[in-house]
């Protein structure tokens, strides 16, 4: 995958790849943030197809469903990808797995409140606010990957040492 995204950004114009190598985890986030998006949008309009006569709980099963598989993609992703995180121990990966998993559970209350709320209570269209509710997930998701899961370790013991 890397050797992939190298021969894409190769392919550009000097300026545009200084511009990518600059602000590289921010595009990365991007890339894999809209393909973990599409996995999460997929998902749950797969369930909204499956189940029939649209029952209450459906918006709920929709949205857990979605975020179970979006969310174990993008660990994976952002681990390798986006944040270049290496772990040495069992306990260092499993210790920034549950922080990623739970920094990912503060974002399925919002997603969840806000399908409640619009979807349940206001009636509105479940597949415009799937589409409308990632980009608030999308930007809270990057905020508490980068400040509390893959934090640079440098910077935290720089403070506490």
């Known amino acids: 995958m890397e050797k992939l995204i190298k021969a894409c950004v190769s392919i550009l114009p000097k300026p545009l790849q200084e511009i990518y190598y600059k602000y590289e985890?921010?595009?990365?986030?991007?890339?894999?943030?809209?393909?973990?998006?599409?996995?999460?949008?997929?998902?749950?309009?797969?369930?909204f197809a499956v189940v029939p006569d649209e029952p209450k709980w459906e918006s709920t099963a929709g949205v857990v469903f979605s975020w179970i598989c979006a969310v174990t993609f993008a660990f994976f992703t952002n681990k390798k990808y986006v944040f270049k995180n290496e772990?040495?121990?069992?306990?260092?990966?499993?210790?920034?797995?549950?922080?990623?998993?739970?920094a990912r559970l503060a974002t399925l209350g919002m997603e969840e409140a806000i399908f409640l709320i619009c979807c349940d209570l206001l009636g509105m269209n479940k597949t415009l606010i799937t589409f409308l509710?990632?980009?608030?997930?999308?930007?809270?998701?990057?905020?508490?990957?980068?400040?509390f899961v893959f934090r640079d370790k440098?910077?935290?013991?720089?403070?506490?040492?």
């Open 87 to 102: 772990t040495k121990t069992k306990a260092e990966f499993w210790k920034v797995f549950f922080s990623f998993y739970g």
């Open 133 to 147: 509710s990632q980009v608030f997930i999308f930007i809270a998701n990057y905020v508490l990957s980068k400040v």
């Open 154 to 161: 440098s910077d935290s013991e720089g403070k506490n040492g």
């Open 25 to 47: 985890e921010k595009w990365l986030y991007v890339i894999f943030g809209g393909l973990t998006t599409v996995v999460s949008i997929a998902t749950k309009l797969l369930l």
